[in-house]
Nanobody, 119 residues
Framework: QVQLVESGGGLVQPGGSLRLSCAASRSIHSLAGMGWYRQAPGKKRELVAMIVSSEITDYADSVKGRFAMSRDDSKNTIYLQMNSLKPDDTAVYYC?????????????WGQGTQVTVSS
């Protein structure tokens, strides 16, 4: 079992920056992957960024060059640095962890943190 707690959301003007954090309740070193997703009102939840190993990070096309995901295993925490924010980035941002089980993959989700980009 893994509990995930996101923080760092808020209101920011277009062009501004925010850093989201996701703290896990236990070691993230052995997890199969961790990622950030977002869901805007009336839209489906979409992948923003994902780390599938300590060296492989993937980003949605819409955030490439603006967002950067990182991890600190010593703090059991992942981060999402968001720069050059746009109104279209407004959404609830969720952290997800994937753990391999004998029967498949167990996914865990945080409660989400609201990011609003508006002038």
């Amino acid at each position: 079992q893994v509990q995930l707690v996101e923080s760092g959301g808020g209101l920011v003007q277009p062009g501004g920056s925010l850093r989201l954090s996701c703290a896990a309740s236990r070691s993230i070193h052995s997890l199969a992957g961790m990622g950030w997703y977002r869901q805007a009102p009336g839209k489906k939840r979409e992948l923003v960024a994902m780390i599938v190993s300590s060296e492989i990070t993937d980003y949605a096309d819409s955030v490439k060059g603006r967002f950067a995901m990182s991890r600190d295993d010593s703090k059991n925490t992942i981060y999402l640095q968001m720069n050059s924010l746009k109104p279209d980035d407004t959404a609830v941002y969720y952290c997800k962890a994937a753990e391999l089980k004998p029967w498949g993959t167990q996914n865990y989700w945080g409660q989400g943190t609201q990011v609003t980009v508006s002038s």
